[in-house]
């Protein structure tokens, strides 16, 4: 569905990313966040409303960005603040195991979504550029929501080796600093945008070595322990395109700092924008859904041999 709008829509890069946001990386993304109770009970009514935002959304992005636009866009800012909502709830009766970084994911979700409706009802608040305005939504959908929720799932899967006795229980925590470094960093960057340079500066920094963190974890202890060939070359891509693509995000908030243009914008976009959209956020989530699957896979057999050998023992033990 997302290609057919990109390609029937015409529409440029960055709208079109953001609809694969939208298609493909919040549902993706929401499938594979652990919930509690309250959860979900939210999650079964967000469910029901996603395809019908999902659409109004990818509506709004094919129209143009007007006031009555911004209409088809309500249900997507909606289904959001749901999510937000779902985010408290894990915050405030986390679990044990359950990871922070995923909460957080959800919790900065609305504000991707109140972005997107303030871009396609056609406003400006920041006075920055229409452009900059539909930036800023794709950057929560994808800086925020999908980064967190793949740091989410490398923290659960290194949770589990911890358990097993394969790895330190102080390698996880670093996960846990990773996530709340980030969104520090995400907001100081908004900051450095809005107002103050250098306070992008320091969030780009701080961006950097949360998301170097995470590719460090993954690279050197998660992935050797992974199984399928596919689920390691997507989540390899992943990792390895934030080394890639985070430097080019602290120069380009230097340079805005100092006044010098050490990358151009169009420069940012394609390769920084892109390569973390579809390289670390999508290679991501599509590697931890498909990891996913493989362990509901293998549980399967186990649980029905289980269920099994309990009716052969009740067997055993009739008269």
């Not at 993304?29 to 409303?49: D, E, P, V």
């Not at 960005?65 to 309500?74: E, I, V």
Request: net charge positive; proline share 4%.
């Amino acid at each position: 569905m997302w290609l057919g709008h990109r390609l029937l829509a015409d529409t440029d890069l960055v709208t079109s990313t953001l609809a694969m946001a939208v298609l493909v990386v919040v549902p993706l993304g929401l499938s594979l966040i652990q919930l509690n109770a309250r959860q979900a009970k939210i999650f079964g009514w967000l469910s029901l409303l996603q395809p019908f935002a999902a659409f109004g959304a990818l509506l709004a992005l094919t129209l143009e960005p007007r006031g009555p636009t911004g209409l088809f866009a309500m249900p997507w800012c909606v289904l959001t603040l749901g999510a937000g909502a779902a985010g408290v709830f894990g915050l405030t009766a986390r679990e044990p195991g359950q990871p922070l970084a995923q909460s957080l994911a959800l919790l900065l979700l609305p504000a991707g979504g109140g972005w997107l409706l303030i871009s396609r009802a056609g406003y400006d608040p920041l006075q920055s550029g229409v452009l900059i305005v539909l930036m800023t939504a794709m950057h929560f959908h994808f800086a925020a929501f999908g980064s967190l929720v793949v740091m989410g799932c490398n923290s659960d899967r290194l949770g589990g080796l911890v358990r097993q006795g394969a790895a330190s229980a102080r390698l996880q925590r670093f996960g846990s600093y990773a996530a709340v470094t980030l969104v520090v960093g995400y907001f100081l960057v908004a900051v450095g945008i809005a107002s103050v340079p250098f306070a992008g500066v320091v969030g780009a920094v701080l961006l950097s070595l949360a998301l170097f963190l995470h590719a460090l974890l993954h690279l050197l202890v998660v992935l050797r322990h992974q199984r399928g060939g596919l689920v390691k070359l997507l989540l390899c891509i992943s990792s390895a395109s934030v080394l890639m693509s985070m430097p080019l995000a602290c120069a380009w908030a230097l340079g805005q700092w100092l006044g010098v243009s050490y990358v151009d914008f169009s420069s940012m976009l394609r390769i920084h924008g892109m390569a973390n959209a579809h390289g670390f956020v999508l290679a991501g989530l599509v590697g931890f859904w498909l990891d996913a699957k493989n362990r509901e896979a293998e549980r399967a057999p186990q649980a029905t041999s289980e269920v099994t050998s309990s009716r052969d023992l009740v067997g055993s033990e009739s008269p």
